[in-house]
C-alpha cells in the first residue's frame, strides 16, 4: 500500500536571514545526504507556500509503501542542525493511505465475497 505524508515546517527568522548560498551549502550538507540515503524508499518533493500561506511557510510531501523508512527518515531529520538548532519546526504532519477506501472495501467490505 502507498502512504502520502504531507510535512508541514516553518523557518525560523535564524534561516531567513542566512543568504541564499549559505542554504544552498547546507542543504548540500545536512539534507542532500539523508534525501539520497532513503531515495529509494521515499519519494519527496519539497514544496515552498510562503506567498500562499503563513504557517506553515513550506511543506514536503513524501509517497512511500515503507513507513519505517519513513520514520527512520524523520527521526533523522530532526537531529539534522535544521530542526536541532531550531532553524526550523515542524508544525504538522499528514498521513494518508493512497486508495485507502478501495483497499477498506476489498479488504473488508467485500471479504466474505472471497470465501
Known amino acids: 500500500m502507498k502512504y502520502g505524508i504531507f ?3 516553518t523557518f ?3 534561516w531567513l536571514a542566512k543568504s541564499w548560498d549559505e542554504r544552498e551549502q547546507f542543504q548540500q550538507e545536512h539534507l542532500a545526504p539523508l534525501y539520497a540515503k532513503y531515495a529509494g524508499r521515499l519519494s519527496i518533493q519539497q514544496y515552498d507556500a510562503e506567498a500562499f500561506s503563513a504557517a506553515p511557510t513550506d511543506f514536503a510531501f513524501i509517497e512511500t509503501e515503507d513507513l519505517t523508512a519513513y520514520y527512520f527518515f524523520v527521526e533523522e531529520l ?6 536541532a538548532q531550531g532553524l526550523a519546526r515542524i508544525d504538522v504532519i499528514h498521513v494518508g493511505l493512497a486508495d485507502g477506501y478501495r483497499h477498506f472495501a ?6 466474505d465475497d472471497d470465501r
Request: aromatic share 12%.
Open 7 to 9: 510535512i508541514g515546517y
Open 106 to 111: 476489498q479488504e473488508v467490505l467485500h471479504a
Open 12 to 14: 525560523s527568522p535564524a
Open 78 to 83: 530532526r537531529d539534522t542542525p535544521l530542526f
